[in-house]
């Protein structure tokens, strides 16, 4: 990793920091994992190139040259595209941020209605319970006799 501007003349880009591409994963979810975590080369190998060209047009004097200048306006457009890419990797995060956060509000809403589900049943009273489940099976059977009547009948048994 170079220290300083005059470490970067010659430098690749690519070979500009001795980080690795292992980044932490999280699961998140059922069946989802969320990588996070950025790597310095993540967002600053665009920069390096512009910190390259810059490097590279020295030593500036009192007056540029017209070489000097163009290297000037080309290292401009590179720290744009740098700056665009740290943009980018920053935009990224914030996905995976929210992402996390919407996982966690969902989170937090089950184990809401779990939890009323699980109050509901524990403060449950049993009798009561098994007279509505009785009133109830007294309901259903009243409506299949009644049925069970009406599927029965005929326009013969008035006709007589």
Known sequence: MPETLQDTI????????????VRQAVRAGDGMDVQYGLVA????TG?????RALAEAGPFGETLTEEQAEAIT????????????VRSVNGA???RQAQVEALETRADERIKLLSQAIGEVE???????AI?????????????????????MSLANYLD
Do not use: H, K, P, W
């Open 93 to 95: 995060n914030g996905r």
């Open 10 to 21: 010659g430098l690749d880009a690519d070979a500009a920091f001795a980080n690795d591409t």
């Open 132 to 152: 509505d489940i009785t009133q109830r099976q007294t309901i259903l059977q009243a409506s299949y006799s009644v049925f069970s009547q009406l599927n029965a």
């Open 74 to 85: 080309a290292a401009l457009a590179l720290l744009d595209e740098g700056i665009t890419g």
């Open 47 to 51: 920069l390096v190139s512009a910190f």
């Open 41 to 44: 080369s993540d967002i600053a």
């Open 123 to 129: 403060d449950a009273d049993l009798g009561q319970i």
